[in-house]
């Protein structure tokens, strides 16, 4: 079996750029995905830079946390006055009936999109590996990322975890316990998730795990409801549980940049 652990929102803070580290160095994670919006987003950049040859530093497509690149006057549909963008809540507050729950204005989201991918060739010198969409998603932000993905030549996150041959596990899978308390959040257990034989990750060709790790810092106390599940993802993708199931059954952890190449034509070609 061929597992491509993924772990979001490298970058979000310091402390979950840190924790996905760890979990790369320590653990099963070999895809991760930058936040290249953020005012420390070269720094993380420098920090992971000597494992990418390991893995695939993808980039997480986001207009729900942080600062926009390009600011108020010019995607106003975005975000604050301040340049900051409408949170997730915000922005689903404003879908509604009328606008068919989706008030995302295409032209905007793909500007700020683009420009976060022309962030990242900066920093870090080359396209992204792979792209994916941040929490907050409409059918317009996900029209803009495959518009964008084609226009690139990069794969999008779900054009590997549709494909038939591929078993994915995500944001619904059942370790996460909501709504996310601090007291269900600390109930998560990813480690026990991965091993159980019920999810039949034995008998798939490929799995595709995506999870959040980190340590949990102030900044990401402020930015999302997401934290305590951070560590202890962390904790579950480095237990040694985990570990001693992926020797044992020897499955083999990939990164994007293992898929075959023919993934990507096919996904280019059917857009």
């Known amino acids: 079996m061929k597992f491509l652990a993924q772990s979001d929102d490298y970058g979000i803070t310091r402390g979950c750029a840190y924790g996905a580290l760890y979990a790369i ?42 600062p926009s690149l390009l600011g108020y006057d010019l995607v106003p549909n975005l975000c604050h006055e301040d340049g900051s963008f ?35 060739i900066e920093l870090v010198g080359h396209k992204p590996d792979y792209l994916h969409g941040h929490a907050y998603g409409t059918k317009t932000t996900r029209r803009a990322s495959l518009d964008l993905a084609r226009k690139y030549g990069i794969l999008y996150s ?11 596990s995500g944001m619904g ?21 991965i091993i159980d034989p019920a999810n039949g990750y034995l008998d798939a060709e490929y799995v595709y795990l995506i999870c959040h790790c980190g340590y949990v810092d102030a900044e990401i106390l402020k930015l999302s409801s997401f934290n305590i599940f951070r560590a202890r993802d962390l904790e579950g993708v480095t237990s040694s549980r985990v570990l001693d199931w992926v020797r044992k059954n020897r499955v083999e952890l990939i990164s994007y940049k293992d898929l075959p190449k023919e993934w990507l034509e096919e996904a280019i070609a059917k857009q």
Not at 96 to 109: A, L, R, S
Not at 187 to 193: E, I, R, V
């Open 86 to 120: 409408l949170t997730s809540g915000e922005n689903r507050a404003l879908d509604t009936d009328e606008n068919d729950h989706d008030h995302v204005n295409y032209d905007q989201i793909y500007a700020e999109f683009e420009a976060q991918i022309l962030r990242y």
């Open 173 to 193: 899978a059942s370790w996460y316990i909501m709504p996310p308390t601090l007291e269900n959040q600390a109930k998560s257990n990813l480690g026990d998730f």
């Open 158 to 168: 779900t054009q590997v975890s549709d494909r038939p041959e591929v078993l994915a």
């Open 25 to 66: 160095r320590k653990g099963v994670i070999r895809n991760t995905g930058l936040f290249s919006n953020m005012p420390w987003a070269e720094e993380c950049v420098e920090l992971i830079r000597p494992y990418l040859d390991k893995v695939a530093l993808g980039l997480d497509l986001n207009a729900s946390t942080g």
